[in-house]
């Protein structure tokens, strides 16, 4: 096992921070320490903060830590923002705001970054989920900032996810709901003190219910909704989680008990359901299709790099389509794996 | 050539509409008919519209198409919204804003979903935009809604980005400018009458030159920047594109036209200058290394679908760590094709 791993199983703070900065550089022996880390996993539940600008989120988040802290639970934050080529990650007044945990050993608190990449914003935020889980969080919180495609695929590698919502933020904000509704466990209409609250919740509601109407399950799923203990589970509904909507206000930590108690519903939810089972499965067979399209990348940009940039110079040249040009590059990349693999002539 | 490719090149709208579901839908012909369109391709001017919710990007399309109408150019739009379960796309009154021109026939609009792939949305964009293109729109204006990562990689497959503020949108709001800021050529600054859009201004101002001491080019760049024709361009600031500022009230149409002359601008640059054709060579290596990661995945899924199938059935029971396991199915899918390769055995 490699030294760093093994202080962070340890769980030693500094070692997680040091391998973090690898894993976010993509530099060192950061693959290795992530196959070493990977026993230690599979402990930490891991939830997803999103929503709108300005929904309060990160005001939230702080509550919620505060909340596992209490109940002595370890706890990891991954904030992630988007790509800034000027900071490199948080320029926030958000970070700020967690600083009354900055002090506590049994918090770790990390901006993300993501260089650029497609799909490397959730392909970081996997692998940061690994490393912190194997420092032996009970709670790793993964929050977003916006709203994009991006910010959905990050939702998909975490347990549980929460959908932050607040009064009147106009018409964009309907579409948004409407793209992360799939994706919520959990609303918090937050600042619900203010004008609009109940508004939101009712729309809430109607997008929930449509949304019924639109994605009931197919037959065989229905049939396997029983929960595994055969005792009912709250929030299950015949086989399909019905996500909770509930009322806060952070700044003052109203609501902040039932948004933790709605929350841990679904984790039980989760893990004590066939369905909870079934989406457990989906996440990570998504998950792995996604890493292993990454690691053919590196893998074809490794092997067939000149005929790679030679493509380029060609369609740049109009002299060929991208299309065929890929479809050229894959059959380049495998063929240049002839020798290695089990094909390989005697 | 395929019929469908061949009356949309002679520029049928019919043609056009249904080439674009083939895409979308990754259904039919649409490879061989994305193949046979490229030759076609080339003349369109891509100008992507991106920004936080609410700051009136569709507003201000609306009004840049008009704008380009005027002038007889024909214009093709594509609106991407975050993926909706149940909308498939586009559930706003954005898309009614902009049915003054829906029987124009030489305006073309259409929104696009992404189906929940990763990296789908800004490759789908990428088809599309080709597509429009074939069809010798002049001018292609693609919209997203949203501010994520997702958002930024489609900025990378258009010619020039606008990015759009609005006076007064917060903290997360301030964050988001600094990720959008490295994909901005020209920033409108909405709704410019009311308050607070001074302030909007400033901040635009100094986060770019706080980006100029960060990102200055490095030397054998700045040697690079002298305009093709040795006359200077307008907006190239020692071989960099100097993003422009400008004031606009949407609704009113104030400032419409100092926008479109600022985009224009850099378009001028792009085609114009040495840094312009550097940049316009660096964005298509960046866009065919996203197609090939894509073109690999497909291939690797029809050549070991069941063994990716059964390395997630591992990971699941913890026999093997992901990393490992990507990298075994690299090796499989390489040695898969050993027998229709160049490095085939006699």
């Given at each position: 096992m ?8 340890a ?13 976010d550089d ?9 196959k ?11 939830i ?6 300005g929904a309060g ?6 509550q919620?830590?505060a909340?596992h802290?209490a109940?002595?639970r ?5 904030c992630?923002?988007?790509t ?6 948080a320029?926030?007044g ?14 770790f608190i990390r901006s ?7 799909g490397?914003?959730?392909?970081s935020?996997a ?5 912190v ?5 009970d ?9 994009g495609q991006?910010?959905l ?5 975490v ?7 607040a009064?009147?933020?106009?018409d964009?904000?309907?579409?948004i709901?409407?793209?992360i509704?799939?994706?919520a ?5 937050n600042?619900?003190d ?9 729309h809430?509601?109607?997008?929930l219910?449509?949304g ?11 049939g396997?909704?029983a ?9 299950d ?8 909507i ?7 930590g109203t ?15 989760l ?14 067979a ?11 990348l590196?893998?074809?940009l490794r ?6 940039e ?9 002299e ?14 495998r063929?240049?794996?002839s020798?290695a ?6």
């Open positions: 490699h030294p760093l791993a093994e202080r962070l199983v769980g030693d703070m500094r070692a997680l921070a040091r391998v973090c900065r690898l894993v993509g530099l060192g022996a950061y693959r290795t320490i992530l070493d880390l990977f026993p230690a996993t599979g402990h930490a539940w891991t997803g903060i999103t929503g709108v600008p989120k990160s005001t939230l988040t702080d919620l830590i909340w802290r109940r002595g370890r706890v990891g934050v991954l992630v923002d988007p800034s080529p000027f900071t490199g990650g320029i926030l958000d970070r700020i705001r967690m600083q009354r945990h900055g002090l506590d050993e049994e918090v993300l970054a993501t260089r650029g990449a497609l490397g914003l959730s392909r935020a692998d940061l989920i690994r490393v889980d194997a420092w032996h969080a709670v790793v919180v993964v929050e977003t900032v916006g709203v991006d910010e695929e990050v939702t998909r590698r347990d549980t996810t929460l959908v932050v919502v009064p009147g933020m106009g964009d904000v309907q579409a709901k409407a793209g509704l799939e994706c466990d959990t609303f918090a209409v600042k619900s203010r004008e609009g609250a109940d508004a939101a919740v009712r809430l509601e109607l997008m219910a449509l019924h109407e639109v994605t009931a399950p197919p037959l065989g799923h229905v396997a909704h929960p595994a203990s055969g005792r009912p589970v709250a929030g509904v015949g086989g399909r989680w019905e996500p909770q509930v009322r806060c206000v952070a700044t003052a609501g902040v008990d039932e948004l933790a108690t709605a929350l841990e519903a679904h984790r039980v939810w893990h004590g359901t066939e369905a909870g089972a079934a989406r457990r499965r989906e996440r990570l998504e998950a792995m299709r996604q890493d292993l399209r990454a690691a053919l590196d893998a074809a092997a067939i790099g000149p005929e790679v030679r493509a380029v110079a060609r369609v740049a040249g109009r060929i389509d991208p299309y065929s040009a890929a479809d050229e590059l894959v059959a380049a990349f063929s240049s794996g020798g693999g089990r094909g390989a002539a005697p």
